[in-house]
Each structure stands twice: as structure tokens, then as C-alpha cells.
Nanobody, 122 residues
Framework: QVQLVESGGGLVQAGGSLRLSCVAS????????MGWHRQAPGKERDVVAA????????YSLDSVKGRFTISRDAAKNTVYLQMSSLKPEDTAVYYC???????????????WGKGTLVTVSS
């Protein structure tokens, strides 16, 4: 059983930046893919970005390309989501996920974090 714990969410003004972190309870990077998803109120959970065990990255949403960057630190069992030029429409609960497939697939997620709330004010 792997536990994922997100942190770094909060309230930020439009145009600001946040860095989300997700720490895994055990080493996962050699075998798993890591992803960030988000869910806004009343909407479905969407894939935001993912990173493979080899470091390949994938950004699902056109709206975040060029603004969000996913990265990882294998020594710390941590994956990050650096978010810049934030917009009110980025407001959502952001979830970390651990998957077993690349290309990344939400259907192949084995573990979820509990989420961290990001609120972007206009």
C-alpha cells in the first residue's frame, strides 16, 4: 500500500504561482508513473500532467501548457507541479496519483492522494 500526501495548495491571486508537492510513502519512481489531476466544483476530475519512470512528461490540458511544469525528485520520493500565471479557472482540488502505465491513463491509477485545494482569486 502506497500513501500519497499532497501539499502546497492555498489561496493566490491571479497571475501568481504555487508549487504543489506529493510525497510517496515508498520509492515508486522506478516502477510507476505519477500524475496530477484536478477537479473543480461540479466538474469531472481531469488529468493535468504526468511523468513517467524515465522522466518523460505529458500535459493533458492545453490551458496549462506553458504555465505548469511537472517534475520529480526520486531521492525524496516526491513529484512536483509548478504552477505559474495562475488563473481563476485553475481553481480546483488537485490530486496526486500513482499509476502503472505509460502513456499515462487515469484508468491505470492505483493510488490517489486526498487532494490539496488551490484557489485563484481574480
Amino acid at each position: 500500500q502506497v500513501q500519497l500526501v499532497e501539499s502546497g495548495g492555498g489561496l493566490v491571486q491571479a497571475g501568481g504561482s504555487l508549487r504543489l508537492s506529493c510525497v510517496a510513502s515508498q520509492s515508486t519512481f522506478s516502477s510507476y508513473t505519477m500524475g496530477w489531476h484536478r477537479q473543480a466544483p461540479g466538474k469531472e476530475r481531469d488529468v493535468v500532467a504526468a511523468i513517467s519512470w524515465s522522466g518523460e512528461t505529458y500535459y493533458s490540458l492545453d490551458s496549462v501548457k506553458g504555465r505548469f511544469t511537472i517534475s520529480r525528485d526520486a531521492a525524496k520520493n516526491t513529484v512536483y507541479l509548478q504552477m505559474s500565471s495562475l488563473k481563476p479557472e485553475d481553481t480546483a482540488v488537485y490530486y496526486c496519483a500513482l499509476g502503472r502505465r505509460w502513456p499515462y491513463s487515469p484508468e491505470a491509477v492505483d493510488y490517489w492522494g486526498k487532494g490539496t485545494l488551490v484557489t485563484v482569486s481574480s
